[in-house]
């Protein structure tokens, strides 16, 4: 029962930091950033402060996933996160799917399914 927990805690904490990277995206899209006061200007959009709450957030879960459980167990469970990237890349900002992209995400599935069955 713990082992399902750490898993699905482990994916949803994948989510939250894509859903985090998702957000920095938004609030970079057609920005300019040429100088460290438009960086710091940055800080103040909705989207980047979003994206760092979640964050902060996934931080706290990731701590909790680490005190329950073994790291070099849930360090390659979270490689999930590029699956959503890249499905929110397609989906969200319109990216290309190449056949690299697609072999690169079928492997990862593949090693994902292999850890998670121990």
Same mark, same amino acid.
Do not use: D
């Given at each position: *029962?713990?082992?399902?927990?750490?898993?699905?805690? #482990?994916?949803?904490?994948?989510?939250? *930091?894509?859903?985090? /990277?998702?957000?920095? +995206?938004?609030?970079?899209?057609?920005?300019?950033?040429?100088?460290?006061?438009?960086?710091? +200007?940055?800080?103040?959009?909705? =989207? %980047? %402060?979003?994206? %760092?709450?979640?964050?902060? =957030?996934? #931080?706290? $879960?990731?701590?909790?996933?680490?005190? +329950?459980?073994?790291?070099?167990?849930?360090?390659?469970? /979270?490689?999930?996160?590029? %699956?959503?990237?890249?499905?929110?890349?397609? #989906?969200?900002?319109?990216?290309?799917? #190449?056949?690299?992209?697609?072999?690169?995400?079928? $492997?990862?599935?593949?090693?994902?399914? *292999?850890?998670?069955?121990?």
């Amino acid at each position: *029962m713990v082992e399902e927990l750490i898993i699905f805690l #482990t994916i949803l904490n994948s989510m939250f *930091m894509v859903i985090g /990277q998702i957000m920095w +995206k938004l609030g970079v899209i057609g920005k300019e950033i040429n100088s460290v006061s438009q960086l710091l +200007k940055l800080f103040l959009n909705p =989207f %980047i %402060i979003l994206g %760092i709450a979640i964050y902060v =957030f996934a #931080t706290g $879960l990731w701590l909790y996933i680490l005190n +329950k459980g073994e790291l070099s167990y849930v360090y390659p469970l /979270q490689s999930i996160s590029y %699956i959503f990237a890249l499905m929110a890349g397609l #989906t969200i900002f319109k990216e290309n799917l #190449t056949a690299s992209k697609l072999i690169g995400v079928c $492997l990862i599935c593949l090693g994902v399914i *292999m850890l998670a069955r121990k």
